[in-house]
């Protein structure tokens, strides 16, 4: 089974960057399908960003596009997520996730429900 293990969490202020990573193990296929997502006190986790290897996609939510990037590196051992301009309402615990299996799109991937591997989470804090 699929490994996850976020880092890269912390307090910024609004304006500053964050880069979030999430290193993957246990992978068996060197395709992958990852995402990130975040849960805000009170809210229910939603979804941010989808990259997936076969075929080649990413998928953004409305709120973040334009200031979040996805990206993989190592041939996908890890996937990064470069939050910029942060806000006080981009505050949340961020979670890395996997779907096993691969020839679906980013924006396909954000209807799967499972099954789904989820990492431990990382605390991202964006003060005024």
């Known amino acids: 089974e699929v490994q996850l293990a976020e880092s890269g969490g912390g307090e910024v202020q609004t304006g500053g960057s964050l880069r979030l990573s999430c290193a993957r193990s246990?992978?068996?296929?060197?395709?992958?399908?990852v995402g990130w997502f975040r849960q805000a006190p009170g809210k229910e986790r939603e979804v941010i960003s989808w990259?997936?290897?076969?075929?080649?996609?990413?998928y953004y939510t409305d709120s973040v596009k334009g200031r979040f990037t996805i990206f993989s590196v190592n041939a996908g051992n890890t996937v990064y997520l470069q939050m910029n301009d942060l806000r006080p309402d981009d505050t949340a615990v961020y979670y890395c996730?996997?779907?096993?299996?691969?020839?679906?799109?980013?924006?396909?991937?954000?209807?799967?429900?499972?099954?789904?591997?989820w990492g431990q989470g990382t605390q991202v804090t964006v003060s005024t």
């Open positions: 996730a996997e779907i096993p299996g691969s020839g679906f799109t980013a924006a396909q991937a954000t209807q799967i429900k499972s099954p789904i591997y």
């Open positions: 246990r992978f068996t296929s060197s395709d992958y399908t």
């Open positions: 990259i997936t290897s076969r075929p080649s996609t990413t």
